[in-house]
């Protein structure tokens, strides 16, 4: 009879949906392109400081899913949540930087932000991060001795600085 009562309980609680917080019910309605619910939920965790929310968030300015296409809020985003450690917001800030959008476009801080990413191998797909090394060559190109060197000492005395939240 006790068996059969542990049983039940389990059974009930397998039953019940699993507990999401509004992050994660966010990237479900992205995924389900409910723009509108998943702005709605990341807004305000993006604003007190979340740095995934905040990358979500440059995401959707970046692709115009939600929110007009702005390539400046998208950096704006990504520049908070790439202060915090949020590798693939420094990913993408370190991409604006060498393409110009949303900001002007500066080598120097392209590789920072891409070399910053690149060294975080967890969090950070290998093949993405091939890639990321093959860009941060072809900016090493053009830079200066004087450029390349200012390039790695900023990323080398980077520390991340969380939000108050």
Partial sequence: MRLLKIMLVLLVCAAQPAMA????????????????TA?????PLAEQG???????????YDSGHGVPKDYAAAVAWWRRAANQGNAQA???LGYMYRLGQGVPQD???AHVWLS???????????EDR????ETIGFIELKLTDDQRAMAQKLAREWKPRPERQ
């Fill in 21 to 36: 917080g509004p992050f994660e019910d966010a990237v479900v309605a992205y995924d389900k392109r409910d723009y509108r």
């Fill in 39 to 43: 702005l709605d939920l990341i807004s």
């Fill in 50 to 60: 979340n740095a995934d929310a905040q990358f979500m968030l440059g995401r959707m």
């Fill in 90 to 92: 420094q990913v993408n």
């Fill in 107 to 109: 080598d120097v801080q």
């Fill in 116 to 126: 910053l990413a690149a060294s975080r191998r967890s969090a950070v797909a290998e």
């Fill in 130 to 133: 091939k890639r990321i090394i």
